[in-house]
Each structure stands twice: as structure tokens, then as C-alpha cells.
């Protein structure tokens, strides 16, 4: 079945970096684009960051543009988020997802805060 585990979660301070990988298994990785989605404490799921099958397009929400970098290792079954210059307002669970045609799938989420 169709599996999407994130990690890399933790707590740094303001300015920091943190590395979440999404390990995806169930499906044939290499066909489908990928996403990152984060849900904040009493706000609504938002879009992050997405990237394409083979890797060579993406795009990003506009709060994290120039900060978090979406990338894939299609032969490890593997996506990953780059995120730098973390700001406290990035707090919240983030999500490896993507939509197989028919179902959306979701990971459990990995939880990030940014504080000092």
C-alpha cells in the first residue's frame, strides 16, 4: 500500500536550517509529482512547495521563496525540504503528500518549531 513517512522535524531557532525527507514507498515514485504542506496551530492546511516527477520543475508558496528548496532522489525513493532562514511563522507540521489519480495520500507529518 501506499506509504509517505516524513522526517527531520525538531526545534531550532530563528535563522536556522532543517532538512525533512519524505520516504515514499507503494507506488512508482518516479511517476508522480510530490508535495510539501504545513498546517500551522488553528490555520489551514497550505501548499509549500511542489515538485515535478522527474525532478526538473518546481514551485513555492511565497512565504518560503528564496528560503526552502523542494528536491527528490527519484532512485531512493525520496523527496526532500531544504529549509533556511527559519522564521518563527514557519512553525508548524509539515506534510509529504501526493495525488495518485484517484486518492490523495498524506504522511503523519513531521513537526518543526522555530523559537529561541
Known amino acids: 500500500q501506499v506509504k509517505l513517512v516524513e522526517s527531520g522535524g525538531g526545534l531550532v531557532q530563528p535563522g536556522g536550517s532543517l532538512r525533512l525527507s519524505c520516504a515514499a514507498s507503494?507506488?512508482?515514485?518516479?511517476?508522480?509529482?510530490m508535495n510539501w504542506y504545513r498546517q500551522a496551530p488553528g490555520k489551514e492546511r497550505e501548499l509549500v512547495a511542489t515538485i515535478s516527477a522527474r525532478g526538473d520543475n518546481s514551485n513555492y508558496a511565497d512565504s518560503v521563496k528564496g528560503r526552502f528548496t523542494i528536491s527528490r532522489d527519484n532512485a531512493k525513493n525520496t523527496m526532500y525540504l531544504q529549509m533556511n532562514s527559519l522564521k518563527p511563522e514557519d512553525t508548524a507540521v509539515y506534510y509529504c503528500?501526493?495525488?495518485?489519480?484517484?486518492?490523495?495520500?498524506w504522511g503523519q507529518g513531521t513537526q518543526v518549531t522555530v523559537s529561541s
Open positions: 503528500n501526493t495525488f495518485l489519480g484517484v486518492s490523495n495520500y
Open positions: 507503494g507506488f512508482t515514485f518516479s511517476g508522480y509529482p
